[in-house]
């Protein structure tokens, strides 16, 4: 038996139960090391070198998969180039009531309302103090409690939490199954979230030593003129870096089947083009300097490489995995490399741009 037939039958086994039943199923699986490392032969052209990091590929593991910190050095041992955990909010809290997370298989797409279930930051931070001397990149995912009185206290009580560990923040405040938390996408708000996480994060660099970068996580769903104020605001008050996209509220991209879908954000293959818009939109606006992660629909080396052409300096990828397995990580890094070699390029970066104007006249 090899093992691409034993995760193929495994991955058929786990679409047998619920789906929320199978992602526990395999957070356990990763615990328990059933999961072989499979790390691909480094390729020094994917190295990415971005604040004072040094990815050595450009995929991570996007936020919500690993959401308590529970598995960030196997996910890395699967070959990804980082991880991001979370998101994670100051208070324990249980989210949205179950049924929350449902597959989509005719759509290679996934549909949640988890609503930021976390066990909170104490556990997290005992998690991640029983990792330390572990390497590669590991990032955090921080947000607000659902019954917050002041959710940019709960940002910056992340940042505060954190700063000491994490390889990069992320702001998370375009989840859709938490009432209200996208309203700080509007341009006042997000001013004065901005300012206080941004303060917080240096007060914290004068204590611990490191500057951890902090970078926006935003909707695919914002209008231009609302994505050009984020983005003035993320480059007025110096945030390091963009991640586009979130999952998207639409359902458009699902087609008029008649089917009636479940309320929640949708992810995976539907959510590709949207992104891919908003992604290229943010990087004409930002100019060449200021870092993105894009996100939304990655499924293989194809996808994954439109996303830097488009404008990303690094990708993410969550959902495909539900339908693919953990091969696909390994089969986009050496997807990716026969790019370089067939496009006669030395790195991504070389590689970046140069769809953006194609992309960013689409409408979403």
């Known amino acids: 038996m090899t093992l691409a037939w034993l995760e193929t039958t495994a991955l058929k086994g786990l679409h047998c139960l619920d789906a929320e039943t199978a992602h526990r199923m395999t957070i356990l699986a990763l615990k328990s090391g059933v999961l072989p490392a499979r790390r691909p032969l480094a390729d020094p052209r994917l190295n990415v070198r971005l604040w004072d990091l040094d990815f050595p590929n450009p995929l991570g593991m996007a936020a919500g998969f690993d959401k308590d910190g529970e598995v960030p050095d196997a996910l890395l041992n699967l070959g990804f180039g980082f991880t991001e955990i979370g998101s994670v909010t100051p208070k324990p809290q249980p989210g949205n009531p ?13 549909i949640n309302r988890f609503g930021f279930n976390s066990e909170g930051h104490a556990a997290l931070r005992a998690r991640l103090d029983r990792r330390k001397g572990f390497d590669g990149i590991v990032g955090i995912n921080v947000g607000a409690n659902k019954d917050a009185d002041d959710r940019n206290a709960d940002y910056v009580a992340g940042i505060h939490a954190f700063a000491d560990t994490a390889s990069y923040f992320t702001v998370n405040i375009s989840s859709p199954n938490t009432p209200g938390l996208r309203d700080l996408q509007a341009r006042s708000a997000l001013a004065e979230l901005l300012t206080g996480v941004i303060s917080a994060r240096d007060t914290c660099t004068r204590h611990h030593g490191r500057h951890v970068p902090v970078l926006l996580k935003i909707a695919p769903d914002v209008t231009d003129a609302d994505l050009e104020d984020i983005v003035e605001e993320v480059l007025l008050k110096n945030v390091d870096g963009l991640i586009v996209s979130n999952t998207t509220v639409s359902r ?11 309320a929640g954000g949708l992810s995976g293959r539907p959510l590709f083009r949207k992104s891919t818009i908003v992604l290229a939109k943010a990087r004409k606006l930002a100019g060449p300097d200021l870092p993105i992660i894009g996100v939304g629909g990655i499924d293989s080396a194809d996808t ?10 690094l990708v993410q990828l969550y959902s495909a995995l539900v339908f693919k397995g953990p091969a696909l990580v390994s089969e986009i890094l050496t997807g990716l490399g026969a790019k370089l070699d067939a496009h006669g390029l030395t790195s991504l970066r070389e590689a970046r741009d140069s769809t953006v104007e194609a992309w960013a006249s689409e409408t979403a």
């Open 98 to 110: 179950r049924p929350r997370v449902f597959r989509l298989s005719a759509h290679q797409g996934v």
């Open 252 to 262: 458009e991209a699902l087609g008029t089947s008649g089917e009636t879908f479940e």
């Open 304 to 313: 994954a490489w439109t996303k830097f052409t488009a404008g990303a300096d």
